[in-house]
């Protein structure tokens, strides 16, 4: 590995988490919504604010809904709407994904996606681990003129994955970043970083943050809580890294 500063980028679920994660160090932030659905795009009074509040990269996941990644025109026309705000509120960035039914990258309407959002960097998400052959998916992605490919490596933890990483980042040959995502803390990202080769990480850092409301309805069984980031833990992760 080379002595080139490796990217942490953070994924989170609110403006507040945002806020958290850049005041800890995180150089570039994946911006969500809904944790329980794998993340969706944010809603507009979200996006409004967090643009008016950081310098920092930002890229939203445009995203529907949760589920698979095979959408109807009527979800593809909602994913162009999303994505032409982004682009009109000044993100620098922004995350889609999107299959075919067999499997295979949707190289058609991601080219569309990719061309109409210029000059945002486009990354393509995990769908690219639902693909149904990674290295073939990987040379579809780069036609479309995404810039990187946030994977896993096709299992849940990328930490199970190292091998297939390392070979997607040297078939890649510096055409597109490949970003290791799921699973990736302080304790395991150095590994990671040094065994695949990888110039750019990605991270959640989670922490289930509890309600500080002082008064809560005995006879309401919502679970009042919401997930937020560890700062510590970015912390962690950007002394272990460089």
């Not at 025109?73 to 889609?96: F, M, P, R, T, W």
């Not at 309401?220 to 912390?235: L, P, T």
């Amino acid at each position: 590995m080379s002595n080139q500063k490796v990217v942490l980028e953070v994924a989170v679920f609110s403006v507040e988490a945002a806020i958290a994660a850049i005041n800890s160090g995180a150089d570039r932030i994946e911006f969500c919504e809904n944790p329980n659905e794998g993340g969706t795009t944010p809603s507009y009074g979200s996006l409004k604010t967090l643009i008016g509040i950081t310098d920092k990269p930002v890229f939203p996941i445009i995203r529907p809904r949760g589920g698979d990644f095979l959408y109807t025109h009527a979800e593809y026309e909602s994913i162009k709407y999303d994505l032409k705000l982004v682009k009109e509120l000044g993100y620098q960035g922004a995350v889609i994904g999107l299959l075919n039914a067999d499997g295979t990258i949707d190289k058609i309407r991601t080219t569309e996606l990719v061309q109409l959002a210029a000059p945002l960097e486009i990354t393509f998400h995990r769908a690219f681990d639902r693909c149904d052959d990674p290295m073939k998916g990987l040379e579809d992605i780069i036609e479309t003129g995404c810039k990187r490919i946030l994977t896993s490596g096709q299992v849940p933890n990328v930490a199970d994955a190292l091998p297939l990483i390392n070979s997607l980042i040297k078939k890649a040959a510096g055409r597109i970043i490949i970003l290791p995502g799921s699973g990736v803390r302080a304790n395991n990202c150095k590994k990671i970083i040094d065994e695949t080769g990888a110039i750019e990480i990605h991270s959640s850092a989670r922490k289930i943050m509890l309600s500080k409301m002082n008064h809560n309805n005995p006879s309401m069984n919502e679970n009042m809580v919401s997930m937020g980031i560890d700062e510590n833990e970015i912390k962690a992760m950007i002394t272990a890294i460089n």
